[in-house]
């Protein structure tokens, strides 16, 4: 196995560990239906295009400051 699918793979068991930990349950819980994954997976989908946008202007502030100098 190549260091980047080790690596991916380690932090996605110490994903599962942690909310286990964290929430008391697992991927394989029946509590929840499709509709309630569904809005999961657009929740967590929103949070990353915050992170995209929060990078984007970082990367662009950094290009003004080094081309200002």
Do not use: C, F, P
Request: aromatic residues 8%.
């Amino acid at each position: 196995m190549d260091s980047v699918t080790k690596s991916v793979l380690d932090k996605y068991l110490d994903r599962a560990v942690a909310g286990k930990n964290k929430y008391g349950t697992d991927m394989d819980r029946k509590d929840l239906h499709t509709g309630e994954w569904l809005q999961h997976l657009q929740e967590e989908l929103m949070d990353a295009t915050l992170y995209v946008e929060k990078l984007i202007q970082e990367l662009e502030k950094h290009e003004r400051v080094y081309k200002v100098n």
